[in-house]
């Protein structure tokens, strides 16, 4: 049985048609790290009965070929107690809630998640939430939001909706974006949760690189996706290269070798190295180390 990938490794979360069998079925080949069945926007209402029916097989198999299984459920206010009944049945790795303004709207997510553990068998707390964030009032409460529940592993930033609400024009570069990005990283990393970026929302291979790469600088280390191909691009851009881990290997020998002859700092290839430089690329190397070694246990 193959580990689960836990969550700070996992760098790719794609958004799947919650009642669109046939990709739904593919979507483990795409090579996303968490596959997101998805029964809000993707999922019109209609079609939420078909889709809720499918979550316990469906889930099943996800799980057997190696992926994070999670599910984004409606607003409780609206279809979300009844996803919840449904889903649960399924024990999904992760529950993510749209649309989060409010601290309470974790804390009623997480008292309906507890009641549906509690009568599926399922171990009590032990079903991790991901908050999604999309509107500028449940940006500036990230710290509430993301004190709200004990289960909280990390919170998603969306994209359209987000824009929509600022009155944004949506363009390629993501400009309009960059300030949300950058204070959302700074929320979660500051209440210690996993940050997950925002999707692309362009078919461009070129364009998602260029995104992610962007995202990487700005600290983050997992990306939403709503396009299966991106996949393999923002796991390749999210995971540390041997040319980036051979450099950080140069910098800890470095360091290490001037702490040795009991100096503060050294240089190397025209940079001064300190702490925060020799502790960056230790990290580096761990991470890449441990993405190597669950890439190889799922046999990607």
Not at 112 to 123: D, K, P, S
Not at 166 to 175: C, S
Not at 216 to 222: C, M
Request: with cysteine; hydrophobic share 45%.
């Amino acid at each position: 049985m193959r580990s689960k990938r836990p969550a700070h490794l996992c760098r790719s979360w794609l958004f799947l048609e919650g009642a669109n069998e046939a990709v739904l079925q593919r979507a483990a080949a795409s090579g996303a790290d968490v596959l997101i069945h998805e029964l809000e926007d993707f999922t019109p209402p209609s079609l939420r009965p078909k889709a809720r029916a499918l979550a316990v097989d469906l889930y099943a198999g996800w799980r057997a070929q190696g992926v994070v299984v999670a599910v984004r459920v409606n607003p409780l206010a609206q279809d979300g107690m009844d996803d919840l009944a449904a889903v649960m049945r399924g024990r999904p790795d992760i529950v993510a809630l749209p649309k989060v303004a409010e601290p309470h709207h974790v804390a009623d997510l997480d008292t309906a998640v507890t009641r549906f553990e509690r009568n599926y068998g399922i171990a009590e707390g032990s079903t991790p939430l991901l908050p999604n964030i999309e509107f500028a009032r449940g940006l500036v409460q990230m710290p509430a939001i993301a004190a709200a529940s004990r289960r909280t592993i990390g919170c998603l930033l969306a994209s359209e909706d987000l824009a929509a609400d600022l009155g944004a024009e949506r363009g390629t570069d993501g400009l309009e974006l960059a300030y949300a990005r950058q204070r959302f990283i700074v929320e979660c990393r500051a209440a210690n949760i996993v940050a997950v970026d925002c999707p692309y929302t362009w078919s461009d291979a070129a364009g998602v690189e260029r995104d992610t790469v962007w995202a990487r600088r700005l600290g983050y280390a997992a990306k939403s996706l709503v396009d299966p191909a991106h996949a393999a691009i923002v796991n390749g851009v999210l995971t540390p290269s041997e040319e980036e881990l051979r450099q950080a290997k140069r910098i800890v020998a470095a360091f290490e070798a001037a702490r040795a002859q009991g100096l503060g700092r050294v240089e190397l290839d025209g940079s001064l190295l300190e702490v925060p430089t020799y502790s960056n690329a230790k990290r580096l190397i761990a991470r890449g180390e441990a993405l190597r070694a669950i890439d190889r246990d799922a046999g990607t």
